[in-house]
């Protein structure tokens, strides 16, 4: 699943930092994992890539993109 949204720099750091700060893992070439959410993500521009390669089975895709969209929207 890929999504993109056009978010300010505070916010990207601020997304990073929850990450960190709720057990999550933030790798150099911009993998990230968290809760059993894995994926990567690129910013650049005040644009923000996010692609979700892997999920806990029971969270369902769409309660993944809902959660991303409550954050970044």
Excluded: C, H
């Excluded at 890539?49 to 969270?59: G, R």
């Amino acid at each position: 699943m890929k999504k993109e949204y056009t978010i300010s720099n505070e916010k990207f750091l601020e997304a990073k930092s929850l990450i960190t700060e709720n057990g999550g893992t933030i790798y150099p070439d911009g993998r990230f994992e968290i809760q059993g959410v894995k994926g990567k993500f690129n910013y650049e521009n005040g644009i923000l890539e996010v692609w979700i390669t892997d999920k806990p089975w029971l969270a369902s895709w769409g309660m993944i993109e809902d959660k991303l969209d409550e954050f970044f929207d």
